[in-house]
C-alpha cells in the first residue's frame, strides 16, 4: 500500500493528495485521513485569526472599530486611544516642563547642597514641590478642557431656525446674551463659549489658549491651571530664597563681589535670575486670575469687555463665586473620544477634515 501524507501547511486540503488509488486502500480509511486533515487545517486558520486580533489589539490599530477620536476633526492629539487629549502645539509644554526639572535639578544639586545647615530637609522639600508642580500640569493639559460637540446639520436652517439668522438670544438672570453661531462646528455656541483657532473646537467657558502648555484653559481644567500657577509661583518663591541665602553666604564669606560670583556660581546666579523674572510673570497671573475668580469672569470676557455697561449675569457675589469654583464638582466631558463612531457620523467627520 502506497500513501502520500499531505503538508499542513497548504492552503486548501481540497488541493492535497491524500494518496493514490489503491485497491488495497478502502474507502473508510480515505475518509478518515480527509476528515482528521480538514479539522487540522479548521484548527490552524482559527488559532491564526485569534494571533492576528490579538496583535491588532495591543497594536492599537482594531480595523473593526473605529473611535471618535481617530476620525475627530479638530486639531488635538489624543494619546491612549482618546483617554487624554493635549493641544496641537507640544513646544509650550515642553518648554515649561523642562524649565521646571532643570530649575529643580539646579537648585538640589548646586545650591541644596552648599547651604549651613538642613540641606537635606531643604532639597527633599523642593523636590516634593516639584512634583506637585508637575502633576498639576499633567493634569492640566491631559484632559478635556470643555470641548462641545460638533453637530452634522449642514446650514443655519437644519441647525433650528427659519430665518438664517446667525446668532439667537436667551436671558440668563435677567440679562439678555447672543448665542452665536459656528460655522465650523455648526452650533450655537453656549454662553461664555469660543471657538478656538488653534485647537479648532468650540470650548464650553472658554478663558485663553495657554502658550504655556499648549493647551485650551476652560470649564473643566481652569482649576488645575490656577492650581498649577500657584503651585509654580509656590515654588520659584522657595529655590529663589534660598539661592539669595546661598550667594547672600558666600559673599559674608568669601567676600566676592559681582563678577566673582559669575566665576564661581554661575548657575546659582542664572537661577536666581530665572526666578526673578518667572515670579514676577506668574506673580501678575495669579493676581488676575484670583481677581476673575471673584468676579465669576473668564479672561476672555475680562478682555472683550463683555459686560461693559451691564451686570455680569453669571456674579453671585464673591463667597458664593469661590465656593463655585472651589467645591462645585466638574461636569463630565460632553465628547465620549473613546466611543464608537457610527457610519453617519464618520462620514461627515471625514467630510469635515
Same mark, same amino acid.
Given at each position: 500500500?502506497?500513501?502520500?501524507?499531505?503538508?499542513?501547511?497548504?492552503?486548501?486540503?481540497?488541493?492535497?493528495?491524500?494518496?493514490?488509488?489503491?485497491?488495497?486502500? $478502502?474507502?473508510?480509511?480515505? &475518509?478518515?485521513?480527509?476528515?482528521?486533515?480538514?479539522?487540522?487545517?479548521?484548527?490552524?486558520?482559527?488559532?491564526?485569526?485569534?494571533?492576528?486580533?490579538?496583535?491588532?489589539?495591543? #497594536?492599537?490599530? &482594531?480595523?473593526?472599530?473605529?473611535? !471618535?477620536?481617530? !476620525?475627530?476633526?479638530?486639531?488635538?492629539?489624543?494619546?491612549?486611544?482618546?483617554?487624554? =487629549? +493635549?493641544?496641537?502645539?507640544?513646544?509650550?509644554?515642553?518648554?515649561?516642563?523642562? /524649565?521646571?526639572?532643570?530649575?529643580?535639578?539646579?537648585?538640589?544639586?548646586? !545650591?541644596?547642597?552648599?547651604?549651613?545647615?538642613?540641606?537635606?530637609?531643604?532639597?527633599? /522639600? /523642593?523636590?516634593?514641590?516639584?512634583?506637585?508642580?508637575?502633576?498639576?500640569?499633567?493634569?492640566?493639559?491631559?484632559?478635556?478642557?470643555?470641548?462641545?460637540?460638533?453637530?452634522?446639520?449642514?446650514?443655519?436652517?437644519?441647525?433650528?431656525?427659519?430665518?438664517?439668522?446667525? $446668532?439667537?438670544?436667551?436671558?440668563? &438672570?435677567?440679562?439678555?446674551?447672543?448665542?452665536?453661531?459656528?460655522?465650523?462646528?455648526?452650533?450655537?455656541?453656549?454662553?461664555?463659549?469660543?471657538?478656538?483657532? =488653534? +485647537?479648532?473646537? +468650540?470650548?464650553?467657558?472658554?478663558?485663553? @489658549? $495657554?502658550?504655556?502648555?499648549?493647551?485650551?484653559?476652560? *470649564?473643566?481644567?481652569?482649576?488645575?491651571?490656577?492650581?498649577?500657577?500657584?503651585? %509654580?509661583?509656590?515654588?520659584?518663591?522657595?529655590?529663589?530664597?534660598?539661592? +539669595?541665602?546661598?550667594? @547672600?553666604?558666600?559673599?559674608?564669606?568669601?567676600?566676592?563681589?559681582?563678577?566673582?560670583?559669575?566665576?564661581?556660581?554661575?548657575?546659582?546666579?542664572?537661577?536666581? *535670575?530665572?526666578?526673578?523674572?518667572?515670579?514676577?510673570?506668574?506673580?501678575?497671573?495669579?493676581?488676575?486670575?484670583?481677581?476673575?475668580?471673584?468676579?465669576?469672569?473668564?479672561?476672555?470676557?475680562?478682555?472683550?469687555? $463683555?459686560?461693559?455697561?451691564?451686570?455680569?449675569?453669571?456674579?453671585?457675589?464673591?463667597?458664593?463665586?469661590?465656593?463655585?469654583? *472651589?467645591?462645585?464638582? *466638574?461636569?463630565?466631558?460632553?465628547?465620549?473620544? #473613546?466611543?464608537?463612531?457610527?457610519?453617519?457620523?464618520?462620514? !461627515?467627520? %471625514?467630510?469635515?477634515?
Amino acid at each position: 500500500m502506497e500513501l502520500m501524507v499531505p503538508n499542513i501547511f497548504l492552503s486548501d486540503p481540497s488541493e492535497q493528495e491524500i494518496g493514490r488509488e489503491n485497491p488495497e486502500v $478502502s474507502e473508510k480509511g480515505g &475518509n478518515i485521513m480527509v476528515t482528521m486533515w480538514e479539522k487540522l487545517f479548521t484548527f490552524k486558520r482559527v488559532v491564526k485569526d485569534q494571533l492576528e486580533q490579538l496583535v491588532q489589539y495591543f #497594536r492599537g490599530s &482594531n480595523l473593526e472599530r473605529t473611535r !471618535v477620536y481617530q !476620525v475627530w476633526p479638530g486639531k488635538n492629539v489624543f494619546f491612549f486611544r482618546g483617554s487624554l =487629549i +493635549c493641544g496641537p502645539d507640544p513646544r509650550g509644554l515642553v518648554l515649561t516642563t523642562v /524649565s521646571i526639572i532643570l530649575s529643580s535639578w539646579i537648585f538640589a544639586v548646586y !545650591v541644596g547642597g552648599d547651604l549651613p545647615s538642613h540641606s537635606t530637609l531643604i532639597i527633599a /522639600s /523642593s523636590v516634593i514641590l516639584t512634583i506637585i508642580v508637575l502633576v498639576n500640569l499633567i493634569m492640566l493639559t491631559v484632559i478635556d478642557p470643555g470641548i462641545i460637540p460638533r453637530n452634522d446639520q449642514s446650514s443655519i436652517e437644519d441647525a433650528g431656525t427659519s430665518d438664517g439668522t446667525k $446668532s439667537r438670544k436667551i436671558t440668563v &438672570n435677567g440679562v439678555d446674551l447672543k448665542l452665536k453661531y459656528c460655522r465650523i462646528c455648526k452650533i450655537y455656541r453656549p454662553p461664555r463659549s469660543c471657538h478656538c483657532a =488653534i +485647537c479648532d473646537n +468650540c470650548v464650553e467657558k472658554y478663558d485663553h @489658549h $495657554s502658550p504655556l502648555v499648549g493647551q485650551c484653559i476652560a *470649564l473643566r481644567n481652569y482649576r488645575f491651571f490656577l492650581a498649577f500657577v500657584v503651585s %509654580a509661583l509656590v515654588f520659584l518663591v522657595y529655590i529663589f530664597a534660598f539661592s +539669595c541665602w546661598r550667594i @547672600h553666604q558666600r559673599i559674608l564669606r568669601n567676600g566676592t563681589g559681582l563678577f566673582g560670583l559669575l566665576k564661581n556660581c554661575p548657575e546659582t546666579v542664572a537661577l536666581i *535670575l530665572f526666578g526673578a523674572i518667572s515670579i514676577g510673570f506668574l506673580g501678575g497671573l495669579v493676581l488676575f486670575h484670583v481677581y476673575l475668580t471673584t468676579k465669576n469672569q473668564t479672561a476672555y470676557e475680562n478682555f472683550r469687555q $463683555s459686560y461693559v455697561g451691564s451686570k455680569n449675569p453669571f456674579d453671585k457675589g464673591i463667597l458664593n463665586n469661590i465656593k463655585e469654583f *472651589l467645591f462645585v464638582a *466638574l461636569p463630565p466631558s460632553r465628547v465620549d473620544f #473613546r466611543a464608537e463612531v457610527t457610519p453617519r457620523w464618520s462620514s !461627515v467627520a %471625514a467630510s469635515v477634515v
